[in-house]
């Protein structure tokens, strides 16, 4: 098992910001043409009606919510992006502007590898110093291995659709559990807080399952729903989850 916890630093850091300035940039153009068409609209249809200082007071709020958006994607870019990282079955489940996503490693060409992170499929980063729990060197001879196994007609990890359960649920405890492992020297122990909560269901069958911190704080004691299960491992659970 590997995990990785906290906010990026050094290259690893300045490569993602990179990425997310360059997605700020375009959202900014496209936000900027749509506001700016809006307020011209709006200027030429309510201009009979309005003075020529309203419309040139509605043409500077218009600009004004230009600069306001482009002032949000600039602040957003630039905060230090979070690593919070972890292998499960046969892929990797990260958490991405607030969602939990996963990336099977069927899916993962292509593979980058730098001085001290590796980039997976041009979304995911894995950096070394983030490493809270399993062994980098080992972490990057299984993808070197997955990697290599793609050239051949036999890959490692075949595309299967992943097997589904749906079950009716009903919260009945949350529980947190801090462990300590070692983080970046073996000296200073790392705590690494895990998240569970135990579902009954429809038979009266109790069962216990780790999930994200987000959906730990979504999911309310007592709560019924639907508890959607991939591979034998939470997935979801509310009013029900397509699966992709």
């Known amino acids: 098992m590997w995990a990785f916890k906290g906010k990026y630093t050094g290259e690893a850091k300045e490569y993602i910001q990179k990425i997310r300035k360059k997605e700020a940039i375009t959202w900014s153009l496209i936000a900027s043409v749509i506001m700016l068409i809006t307020c011209i609209l709006l200027a030429i249809i309510f201009n009979i009606e309005d003075t020529v200082m309203d419309t040139v007071l509605g043409l500077g709020g218009g600009f004004f919510g230009i600069l306001l958006i482009n002032l949000i994607l600039f602040l957003d870019y630039r905060r230090a992006p979070k690593n919070e990282i972890e ?29 001290d992170f590796i980039v997976i499929h041009n979304e995911l980063v894995l950096q070394k110093e983030l490493l809270v729990d399993g062994d980098w060197e080992e972490l990057k001879l299984l993808l070197k291995k997955i990697e290599k196994s793609f050239e051949t007609d036999d890959p490692i990890y075949q595309i ?4 589904s359960q749906f079950f009716e649920a009903t919260v009945k405890e949350k529980r947190i559990f801090e462990k300590f492992v070692n983080g970046v020297s073996a000296a200073t122990p790392v705590g690494l807080f895990q998240y569970f909560v135990t579902f009954q269901l429809e038979n009266d069958e109790t069962v216990e399952y780790e999930i994200g911190q987000e959906w730990y704080q979504k999911i309310e004691s007592g709560q019924i729903g639907i508890l959607v299960l991939v591979n034998g491992h939470f997935f979801s659970f509310g009013e029900g989850e397509d699966i992709e």
């Open 160 to 163: 299967e659709e992943p097997e």
């Open 87 to 115: 292998i499960i079955n046969d892929g990797f489940q990260f958490i991405k502007n607030g969602f939990t996503s996963s990336l099977p490693f069927y899916k993962m060409e292509p593979i980058e590898y730098y001085d």
